[in-house]
């Protein structure tokens, strides 16, 4: 069993920085994957970012190239997600995710959320 527990969000102006971090607790293999989804109001989960546990194998959503980046400390067992330039569009739930193989599907698949098996319990970001 994987426990994952965000923290990090808040309300920023446009323009500033959040860094959200997530800690992994549990079956080491399933959080091979580490990711971030969003959920704005009244829209579907969708992917942001994702880390294999190579640490080179990364993938972001179109939306965030360039302003954000995931990266892992291994030791902590934990994933962050720096966010720069925060538009009001990135106002959202964000959610950690983690499995043992998501993030090694295709395009197609990686940011299916069916494909991920752990789940937090999301921290809010707000941009105004």
């Known amino acids: 069993h994987v426990q994952l527990v965000e923290s990090g969000g808040g309300s920023v102006q446009a323009g500033g920085s959040l860094r959200l971090s997530c800690a992994a607790s549990?079956?080491?293999?399933?959080?091979?994957?580490m990711g971030w989804f969003r959920q704005a109001s009244g829209k579907e989960r969708e992917g942001v970012a994702m880390?294999?546990?190579?640490?080179?194998?990364?993938y972001y959503v179109d939306s965030v190239k360039g302003r954000f980046t995931i990266s892992q400390d291994d030791a902590k067992n934990t994933v962050y997600l720096q966010m720069n330039n925060l538009l009001p569009e990135d106002t959202a739930m964000y959610y950690c995710?983690?499995?043992?193989?998501?993030?090694?599907?295709?395009?197609?698949?990686?940011?299916?959320?069916?494909?991920?098996?752990?789940w937090g319990q999301g921290t809010q970001v707000t941009v105004s």
């Open positions: 995710a983690a499995d043992r193989f998501a993030c090694l599907q295709g395009p197609g698949s990686r940011w299916d959320r069916s494909q991920w098996n752990y």
């Open positions: 880390v294999y546990t190579d640490g080179v194998t990364i």
């Open positions: 549990g079956d080491s293999p399933s959080t091979n994957c």
